[in-house]
């Protein structure tokens, strides 16, 4: 999904940065008209899209552009639970389950609990990917397994990280085949 949506944004000539730390943003309000990165370089643009959490943003930028008082309280903010999605692809529509969403109980003894995982049978919504029915679940969940690996680089966090992703996956993928075997 995100090779295709960079590709289109190039399409359309968008210019890409990634791994290049924005310490301010420097606004007119409400706008954004610049992005000042660590290593100098101030980068003008008519639009800005940051693919990171929110606090991170408000954070660059200035009290004379944001209000103090929002910005005090945006980063004191408790963060929420994170989500662990699962994406499948299928040889066959899974007609069991139908066109819909259901939401399937962690009944699992093993720690920790996966909690509710909201299933989605995308089939009447859209047309499968490449010809292929497709198969969605998702479920919320606080990110201390996950939190040693947080300021590593995504697709760079090694085995142990994708071990662990794996097992939760095929935990998963346990409970959608309990349902629809």
């Given at each position: 999904?995100?090779?295709?949506?960079?590709?289109?944004?190039?399409?359309?000539?968008?210019?890409?940065?990634?791994?290049?730390?924005v310490?301010?943003?420097?606004?007119?309000?409400?706008?954004?008209?610049?992005?000042?990165?660590?290593?100098?370089?101030?980068?003008?643009?008519?639009?800005?899209?940051?693919?990171?959490?929110?606090?991170?943003?408000?954070?660059?930028?200035?009290?004379?552009?944001?209000?103090?008082?929002?910005?005090?309280?945006?980063?004191?903010?408790?963060?929420?639970?994170?989500?662990?999605?699962?994406?499948?692809?299928?040889?066959?529509?899974?007609?069991?389950?139908?066109?819909?969403?259901?939401?399937?109980?962690?009944?699992?003894?093993?720690e920790?609990?996966?909690?509710?995982?909201?299933?989605?049978?995308?089939?009447?919504?859209?047309?499968?990917?490449?010809?292929?029915?497709?198969?969605?679940?998702?479920?919320?969940?606080?990110?201390?397994?996950?939190?040693?690996?947080?300021?590593?680089?995504?697709?760079?966090?090694?085995?142990?990280?994708?071990?662990?992703?794996?097992?939760h996956?095929?935990?998963?993928?346990?409970?959608?085949?309990?349902?629809?075997?």
């Open positions: 999904l995100v090779s295709a949506l960079v590709e289109r944004g190039k399409g359309l000539g968008v210019e890409y940065r990634f791994r290049e730390e310490v301010a943003l420097d606004c007119a309000r409400p706008l954004v008209q610049a992005a000042r990165t660590r290593n100098g370089e101030r980068i003008e643009a008519e639009l800005f899209l940051a693919a990171c959490h929110p606090k991170l943003i408000v954070a660059c930028i200035d009290d004379e552009s944001l209000s103090p008082l929002f910005k005090s309280h945006v980063l004191e903010m408790k963060d929420a639970r994170g989500a662990f999605q699962v994406f499948l692809r299928l040889r066959e529509p899974l007609t069991s389950i139908g066109p819909t969403c259901v939401m399937l109980r962690d009944d699992d003894v093993e920790p609990a996966l909690g509710t995982v909201l299933v989605t049978n995308p089939v009447s919504a859209d047309p499968p990917a490449h010809g292929r029915p497709r198969l969605e679940a998702m479920t919320y969940m606080t990110d201390d397994l996950f939190a040693r690996w947080r300021d590593l680089p995504v697709m760079r966090r090694g085995p142990e990280y994708e071990h662990l992703k794996s097992a996956a095929r935990r998963v993928i346990g409970m959608i085949a309990k349902l629809a075997p």
